[in-house]
Nanobody, 122 residues
Framework: QVQLVESGGGLVQAGGSLRLSCAAS????????MGWFRQAPGKEREFVAA????????YYAESVKGRFTISRDNAKNTVNLQMNSLKPEDTAVYYC???????????????WGQGTQVTVSS
């Protein structure tokens, strides 16, 4: 079975940092784009960041540019999201995703993790 397992969520004060990690297993993700979406209570699930297999192409949502950094380790089948200067509006469940196609639309991602909660207090 394909599995994407997130870790690293938690509670942090505004201005703080968190690092999310996602480990993929069950198949090879060679050539796959991997990334992150998030969903806040009462809101639509939204794109956060994605990185191509090589890491040469990276997309960020405008709301996180300059604060979040996505990186991946293909040898370990992992993708990370370093989140700095966190704001209360970053509070959400964060989901790891994978797809052969690098898009920002959630419908383009067939593989999803179970999510990890990030809470930023003001």
């Amino acid at each position: 079975q394909v599995q994407l397992v997130e870790s690293g969520g938690g509670l942090v004060q505004a201005g703080g940092s968190l690092r999310l990690s996602c480990a993929a297993s069950g198949r090879t993700f060679s050539g796959y784009c991997m990334g992150w979406f998030r969903q806040a209570p009462g809101k639509e699930r939204e794109f956060v960041a994605a990185a191509s297999w090589s890491g040469d192409t990276i997309y960020y949502a405008e709301s996180v540019k300059g604060r979040f950094t996505i990186s991946r380790d293909n040898a370990k089948n992992t993708v990370n999201l370093q989140m700095n200067s966190l704001k209360p509006e970053d509070t959400a469940v964060y989901y790891c995703v994978a797809s052969r196609v690098m898009v920002t639309n959630r419908n383009g991602y067939p593989y999803w993790g179970q999510g990890t909660q990030v809470t930023v207090s003001s």
